[in-house]
């Protein structure tokens, strides 16, 4: 039996819905989180940084969304941390789709990206 895969999931968004396609498509077994009705919290997304192996948290971003502007998180003064704490305070912030499996973590773009890391 597999290990169920987290979705972190916006079904406005068509990467995230080809991403719940695909889970659903191979029987894996799945969890969605609707990260925009429930938010991750600061310790969540700390772990989900380290398990997607990033370097900075505005790879985890939507950097070029309005929001990421208006809060001037450009800032290059900005650490690890504060970053992680806007995402937290502003989820709209976070990247889409990300997948968990295990101990590892992929965003969804392109989807690709998530199949690396399923299981066969």
């Known amino acids: 039996m597999s290990e ?4 972190y999931h916006n079904p406005r968004c068509s990467k995230s819905r080809a991403a719940l ?3 659903e498509t191979r029987r894996l077994p799945h969890q969605v989180v ?3 009705d429930t938010p991750p919290d600061f310790t969540t997304l700390k772990q989900l940084f380290r398990q997607l192996g990033l370097e900075n948290p505005r ?8 929001l990421y502007k208006t809060l001037a998180l450009d800032n290059p ?3 690890n ?5 806007a995402i937290a305070e502003h989820p709209s912030l976070l990247e889409r789709p990300i997948a968990v ?5 992929a965003i969804g773009r392109p989807l690709e990206n998530i199949e690396a890391i399923l299981p066969a």
């Not at 499996?101 to 973590?105: C, E, L, P, T, V």
């Open 21 to 23: 396609e695909l889970l």
């Open 34 to 36: 609707r990260y925009l």
């Open 59 to 66: 790879e985890m971003m939507r950097v070029k969304d309005e």
């Open 4 to 7: 169920t895969i987290i979705l």
């Open 77 to 79: 003064d900005l650490n």
């Open 81 to 85: 941390d504060a970053l992680l704490q």
């Open 101 to 105: 499996a295990g101990q590892r973590a």
